[in-house]
């Protein structure tokens, strides 16, 4: 099969299309031949860090992190799909035409979804579920901040606060005419990142601050966001686009009973990411058949253009999913 692997280099990792052998599924698995994959900032950040350490010898990495494709083996003991079934997932090594998968972690992908759709939803709309829900505990009636709202999880969390319940959804980016694009999504109040962003929140909030906010930026934006939060907010930190230090001040953030979380899936166990998929799955599976939740996809390239992709992924101008197709 072609597969996508980031191999080592002397400036960061090189992205190669090779030829490795077809995987088979083992017990409880299932093998997808994969139609469409999706490109995630997490990649870049591999990527980069991927520099070959002199006296060391260090392996290729597959590359990619979801998809969807249909079902096209089984292993032994699977019962939740059968082959042909159309399905997404996350996944490991997902730039790939074929990927296996433990059977619990596939969602169904209705048939009104293309391929480059279905690609588009597993990673950053689970990522933003447990941001919002087992990070945040966020409840129906509660204001809801996305930073960098045009990304892929800022998209995510957009729609899935409006579907929760959350009022008002707030968003910000650095381009108004992005904001412009995710209104319709769900979102009520955009600011520029050039505002001012408590002032800007406490408009959008008659005054009280925001209880939850949801994080892409990173240190830049982190005392800000401090004093945007209401009485007992919480911030889920989930990207550093910009920076990854920042200050802060303990006694604002005692006085005020705020909550600073941080949440990534690069330290979970395996069990641990595949509950956080089967607890999407749950509990907004429906809402993704009936459009209340739908991806968004600026842009598609071809497997063998994953490098450009890339790169037009460093330029920040997409809004929502950059897909790659097989």
């Not at 591999?46 to 990495?61: D, T």
């Not at 979801?66 to 082959?83: D, P, Q």
């Not at 391929?115 to 829900?133: K, S």
């Amino acid at each position: 099969m072609r597969a996508a692997v980031i191999v080592p280099g002397k400036d960061g990792g090189i992205i190669e299309i090779q030829e490795l052998p077809d995987p088979k599924p083992g017990d409880g698995q299932i093998l997808i031949r994969v139609r469409a994959s999706a490109l995630n900032r997490s990649e870049i950040g591999r990527k980069r860090a991927l520099k070959l350490r002199p006296g060391e010898s260090q392996k290729p990495e597959r590359d990619g992190i979801e998809c969807a494709g249909e079902v096209a083996a089984l292993g032994s003991g699977v019962t939740s799909v059968k082959v042909g079934d159309r399905v997404m997932c996350r996944c490991n090594g997902g730039h790939a035409e074929f990927v296996v998968i433990d059977q619990r972690g596939a969602m169904p992908l209705p048939d009104s979804m293309t391929w480059e759709q279905g690609a588009a939803i597993p990673n950053t709309f689970v990522t933003a579920h447990d941001a919002l829900t087992a990070s945040a505990g966020l409840s129906a009636g509660e204001s809801v901040l996305v930073n960098a709202a045009s990304s892929g999880v800022g998209v995510a969390a957009i729609q899935i606060a409006r579907v929760l319940g959350a009022k008002p959804v707030i968003g910000t980016s650095s381009s108004s005419a992005k904001l412009e694009r995710l209104r319709p999504l769900g979102l009520d109040a955009g600011l520029v990142t050039s505002d001012d962003l408590a002032k800007g929140v406490r408009a959008a909030t008659d005054g009280k601050g925001v209880d939850v906010i949801i994080d892409n930026v990173g240190g830049t934006v982190f005392e800000d966001n401090l004093r945007s939060m209401a009485y007992k907010g919480r911030l889920v930190q989930v990207g550093r686009l910009a920076t990854s230090s920042s200050t802060i001040d303990l006694d604002f953030l005692a006085r005020w009973r705020m909550r600073v979380i941080g949440t990534s899936f690069r330290q979970r166990s395996a069990e641990e990411s595949l509950a956080a998929s089967v607890a999407f799955a749950r509990a907004l599976l429906p809402a993704i058949a009936d459009g209340r939740l739908r991806p968004v996809v600026d842009r598609v390239y071809p497997l063998a253009e994953l490098a450009q992709a890339h790169d037009y992924m460093e330029t920040n101008a997409q809004v929502g999913k950059i897909v790659i197709t097989m």
